[in-house]
Each structure stands twice: as C-alpha cells, then as structure tokens.
C-alpha cells in the first residue's frame, strides 16, 4: 500500500472494514460465550465462521492494495492470474489463523436484591417521603436527612449500602458529593446522584438516576443497583471507547468488560473530548476514522487536556500503513492496532499498555497527575522557548498534623479533592497548554500565563476553603482546629487546613534555568506560610 492514503481511499477502507470488524468480534465473543456448549457442531460452525472472516478480510485488504483514483471514481485493477493465486494463500492462511477455542470465565452472577441501609441525602417533601416507603417495601432500613454536612457525618459513622443525594438538597451539596466519593470511610458505598447531568470534579462517577422518574422507579433502580456485582463494576479500570461505528463499540466493550474493565462509549471527537475534560479515565481506544474531527486532531487534544494528557491511548484503524503508525506515535499514541483484530491480541495490548504506563508514565501514583519528571520538562521547555509564564506553587499548610491525627489514607483524599480543585480550575480559568503537576505529599505545581495566575489562585483558594472544614469530624470542625504534637513531640493546636500558594513570573525576572524558578518561589514562601488563612504570594508584591 502506498504511503500516502487518498482520504476518498481512507473512507474505502472505513466503509470496507469497519463491519467486517464487527463481523469479525461478534464471531470471537460467540466463540468466547459458547465453547462450553453442549453441542459439538456449534463449535464447528463458529470455526467455519471465523475461518471465512479471516478470508474476506484477507480478500478486501487486496482489493484495496490495488484501489486507486481516477475521473473521481475508486477502480480496483487487479490481474486475474494474480487474484487465483492471492486467493490460494488467503484460504491457506485463514485455515491456518483459526485460534484455539479460549475456556470462557465464569458469566458474572445474575444480579440479585440485597437488603442494605440506604441512606437518603434529598429536599423533604412528599416525593422524599413516598421515596422512602417504595423503598422500605424492598425490606431496606432508610435514613433520611435534608442536609448535605448531615448526610456527610452520618455516612461516616453508619456507612450505608447506597447512598443517593439531590443536589438541590443544599449550597454544601456541590463539595460533598465529591467527597462522598473520595473519603475513605464513604468512597466504597455505592452512590447514586438525582439528576440529569454529572457534577464538575468527580474523581469516581455515581449512577445517575432521572428526577422525572416516579419514586416508584426510582426505588426500583436503587433496589437493582445493591447487588454487588453493579458495584464490582465500578471499581474495575474505566476504559473509553471512540469509535463512530457503534456495533464495533459494543462488541468491544463486551469484550472488555469480560475481561474486568468498566467502559464507557462516544462516538465522535467532539465527545470524546468533552467527556475527557470532565472525567479521568484508564486508557482510551481512538478509532482514526471519525465523522466530525480527524483522529490525529483529537489525539492532540487529549494530548494537551490535563485529565487525558497522561491517559494510555491507542490508535484503532482500518489502515495498516507504517506511515500512519509513526505519525501517531509521535503525536503522543502509545500503540496501534489495525481493524479487524484479534480480540485476545486487544486484550493483551490493553493490559500491556496499562502495565507499561504504569510503570513508566511518572504520574503520581496517588493523583495520576504529572510527576517531577514532566514537571522539570515542562518548565524547561518554556524557558527553552523563550515564552511567558508563571509558576504556582501550591502547599497544603497543617498538613502533617492532620495526616497524623486522621491517618493516611484520609490524608491521600485530601491530596485527591486538592488535586481535582487545581485541575477544575485550570480547565475554568486556564489555557489550553497550561500544566498541573505533583510534586509529591501536599505539593503541586501550576504553570500558565502570567496575566491568569491571580484569577486561578483567588479560584483555588475559594473552593479549598469551601471544602476545608468537610475533611474533619464534626467536633473539630466545630472547634476549628485539631489537637496533635509539633515536629518536637510538644502538646499543640492546629488550624483546619489551608493553602499557601507562591507565584513566580518570568515576566518580573526571566528565568535562565530551571533551578532559578525553585530558588525564586523559596524566597517568598516564607512570607505566605506567616499569613493565618489561605493566601497566595505573588514575586515583587
């Protein structure tokens, strides 16, 4: 095949391969779901089935190999001398391709009701009264409050099996939702959110369920949602699929999900890059092909969006050019797979690319955001490229006394909802290039132009003050600070936690290498971390 596609040869190859990829997954998940049959001639007829996929895929690539334009029309000029012999091979090498029949994994468990306590976070009124009997019929003990912090503390203590919030319920609902998600004592209880839309800054996704259903229904989606297998689910590895073709879609999170991972399915650039902004995810499969944006356009922005930029993706195309491959690697791709694939190949090029990017990638293994290392060469570069920008350094003061007083892992959740409020935030008030980094424990690193930073830090400051006072048990918040020791074993008091932000800008001293910028920030940290509260710090104020 030419280097070179003629796009009008491109969407030949699209229109061509595309259902046979289809065909040709359907046909390997039958052989999957089916080869502990009963009955022998099934396994025969599949074999048959699949052999003739091989065939036909084999047969279309040498149409296309000789495809060519001419007058505005496609013409296949092929010898027949040529297509006899080309045919031979093909039906020798399918027979030889068919692969054994893989032994299924156990089909997951019928969903089943389970009794639980199910605590409701939603406005009185008569719909949360009905709501609460229609559940209570299912034999589940019902909680009800109609304040969010409330809802927060007992769900603390009484750690429900569901918990569904309105968040219309109150103002506080916009910073508790996230951190009934993300607090240890909470982030394993199944959460359902009524509403249509989900909110900014989830780190982990609740099911949504429509408020113009009657409370009727909506009890019976709660009822359905305790079994443990819907919520098994939610803990799996989360994978995006794009692909405009919503058969190879399906049969490919089928595939998937069979294989342990969550998935989630758009169909075109624009919403793959929508949903990226909104939400992190594992790994993303990018078909080329799609109808709004180029494959290689959106590859490049989920390249430049912070929640994505560190995402696995691998390219999915009908087109099996080397000049494809590398232009897609070098766009920042970390493999490719040609249609029609093998499924158990898929499979183990996914869990290859999330081993691989797990142990090279550099994120934070606590936020997935960037680590030193992408942290030094994004500061470099800009330096490098002679451009303007500041940088933000972030640290979370009394951190340490409430990590010794809460412990680690609720101490990691508030590394988390800072994380998501600097991500939110640059993606808000931001350029698209800006960068968010972690440099480890409480610190981050922020990077954009210098006429946005004290929009983003006033921003920053809001929401972590908003959140703060949610991270501490109900007396403490109450007294405002916690009891602990200091770095000498003495008896002291510790606010609630805030943030101290340092701004250094190459637009008040240039910065000539990378260990200036550190220097630069350490010198005016000193006088934010004396200001009681939140506070950011700019150079030469």
Do not use: W
């Amino acid at each position: 095949m030419n280097t070179h596609v003629p796009p009008e040869i491109d969407q030949l190859i699209h229109a061509v391969m595309s259902p046979l990829t289809s065909i040709h997954s359907t046909a390997q998940l039958l052989q999957r779901c089916l080869s502990t049959s009963e009955h022998a001639q099934v396994g025969i007829l599949l074999s048959v089935l699949e052999r003739n996929v091989v065939r036909l895929q084999q047969t279309c690539e040498c149409f296309i190999h000789h495809a060519s334009i001419h007058d505005q029309h496609i013409h296949i000029s092929l010898p027949v001398a040529y297509f006899n012999a080309e045919t031979e091979h093909i039906a020798q090498v399918a027979q030889q391709a068919v692969p054994q029949t893989q032994q299924r994994r156990p089909s997951h468990v019928p969903l089943v009701s389970a009794v639980g306590q199910i605590l409701l976070l939603i406005p009185n009124g008569t719909t949360s009264t009905t709501l609460s009997t229609a559940l209570a019929r299912y034999g589940h003990q019902i909680h009800m409050v109609h304040n969010s912090v409330e809802g927060l503390d007992l769900a603390r203590t009484l750690h429900p099996t569901l918990i569904l919030i309105d968040p219309e319920v109150d103002a506080q609902s916009e910073f508790i939702i996230p951190l009934l998600s993300e607090d240890p004592e909470t982030k394993s209880t199944r959460l359902a959110l009524l509403g249509q839309h989900m909110p900014a800054g989830q780190t982990m996704l609740p099911q949504l369920i429509n408020p113009q259903l009657t409370p009727e229904q909506i009890a019976t989606m709660i009822n359905g949602m305790i079994a443990p297998d819907v919520h098994a689910r939610t803990t799996r590895p989360h994978i995006l699929i794009v692909d405009d073709e919503s058969d190879i879609a399906a049969m490919l999170a089928h595939q998937l999900e069979d294989d342990g991972f969550q998935t989630t399915q758009v169909y075109s650039g624009t919403a793959a890059l929508r949903l990226t902004r909104e939400q992190p995810f594992d790994l993303i499969l990018l078909d080329l092909m799609l109808p709004d944006l180029d494959g290689f356009t959106v590859l490049g922005g989920l390249r430049a969006q912070p929640k994505s930029q560190l995402s696995p993706i691998i390219l999915v195309s009908a087109i099996n050019s080397p000049t494809e491959k590398v232009r897609g690697l070098q766009l920042g791709a970390d493999d490719y797979i040609t249609k029609p694939y093998n499924t158990a190949e898929l499979s183990a090029r996914v869990l290859a690319t999330l081993r691989r990017s797990e142990r090279e990638g550099g994120a934070n293994p606590s936020t997935r955001l960037p680590g030193n290392i992408a942290i030094e060469r994004a500061i470099n570069r800009r330096i490098t490229q002679g451009e303007a920008f500041a940088v933000c350094y972030c640290d979370i003061d009394n951190f340490k006394a409430y990590n010794d007083s809460y412990g680690f892992l609720k101490g990691d959740a508030v590394i988390k909802r800072t994380a998501q409020i600097l991500l939110e935030t640059m993606s808000n008030l931001g350029n698209p290039e800006d960068f968010v980094g972690h440099i480890g424990g409480d610190d981050f690193v922020l990077i954009s132009s210098p006429e946005r930073v004290e929009a983003i830090c006033r921003s920053v400051i809001r929401q972590f003050d908003a959140t703060a006072p949610f991270f501490y048990d109900p007396a403490a918040r109450h007294r405002g600070k916690i009891c602990g020791e200091d770095r000498q074993g003495r008896p002291a008091e510790f606010p609630i936690v805030t943030l101290t932000i340092t701004v250094v800008s190459s637009t008040h001293q240039p910065f000539q290498h990378l260990g200036e910028v550190a220097q630069r920030s350490i010198a005016i940290k000193k006088r934010g971390k004396r200001t009681p509260g939140s506070v950011y710090v700019l150079e030469g104020r």
